[in-house]
């Protein structure tokens, strides 16, 4: 069945620098990719999501891009701050799989002032 | 607006008990879904509603999981005879047209 993977499972970095957290999913008819954000004690929170059609999409500090041939998306965080700390999932969803959406473990940030 | 709400947010419950988790989606969202989020792993899908329309369930773990959604908007997921295994947490969300997903904040449920 569809996988995704992720990795770090755990990221620190200081306070403005950068954070990257990639992604590998199994099913080549994966069509949407989200990136969720789940703070302690909530439910994830959508903080951005791509298509298949798209290789790339910002909004802001991040941004999210996407290599459909080699099945990898990434999460990009510029100039992190304190309140980035969290738990960060990608997840795959299939436009041939019924109605699943396939999550990745999760990506603890830690973002030190 | 109001987002997903879920209830009870925190259930202890005594092996071989039974339980109902009740969420609240987003008003006019046709589409909600379960999940089961285990300690320090990502939300595994359960089940899926359109409406009141159970059109997948292929996640439940066991014929001791049911889920319900008689009238298209409140959803009830039951566990009969839990079992200490069945300790984690409940997530709920809604969605409407498109693939965006709005959790809930979930049930963390404790069996013992």
């Known amino acids: 069945g569809e996988n995704v993977e992720q990795h770090p499972s755990t990221l620190s970095v200081q306070e403005g620098d950068s954070a990257v957290i990639k992604c590998t999913y199994s099913?080549?008819?994966?069509?949407?990719f989200p990136w969720y954000k789940q703070e302690l004690g909530k439910g994830p929170q959508l903080i951005i999501d791509?298509?298949?059609?798209?290789g790339e999409k910002k909004d802001q500090r991040i941004a999210v891009t996407l290599n459909k041939t080699a099945k990898h998306f990434s999460l990009h965080i510029t100039e992190t701050q304190p309140e980035d700390s969290a738990v960060y999932f990608c997840?795959?969803?299939?436009?041939?799989?019924?109605?699943?959406?396939?999550f990745g473990a999760g990506t603890r940030l830690f973002v030190k002032a | 607006g109001a987002g997903v709400s879920q209830s009870p947010r925190y259930k202890v419950a005594k092996r071989g008990q039974d339980v109902a988790l009740r969420c609240d989606p987003i008003?006019?969202?046709?589409?909600l879904f379960w999940y089961q989020q285990a300690l320090g792993q990502g939300p595994e899908f359960l089940t899926y509603?359109?409406?009141?329309?159970?059109?997948?369930k292929s996640g439940l773990p066991s014929d001791r999981f049911f889920a319900e959604r008689p009238e298209g908007s409140v959803s009830t997921l039951k566990i009969q005879r839990t079992q200490q295994e069945d300790s984690a947490v409940y997530l709920c969300?809604?969605?409407?047209?498109?693939?965006?997903?709005?959790f809930g904040p979930g049930t963390r449920l404790t069996v013992l």
């Open positions: 969300a809604s969605s409407s047209a498109g693939d965006t997903q709005y």
């Open positions: 099913d080549s008819a994966s069509n949407y």
């Open positions: 791509i298509r298949s059609n798209v």
């Open positions: 997840a795959a969803k299939s436009n041939t799989g019924g109605f699943k959406t396939i």
């Open positions: 008003s006019g969202h046709v589409s």
């Open positions: 509603f359109q409406n009141e329309a159970q059109l997948d």
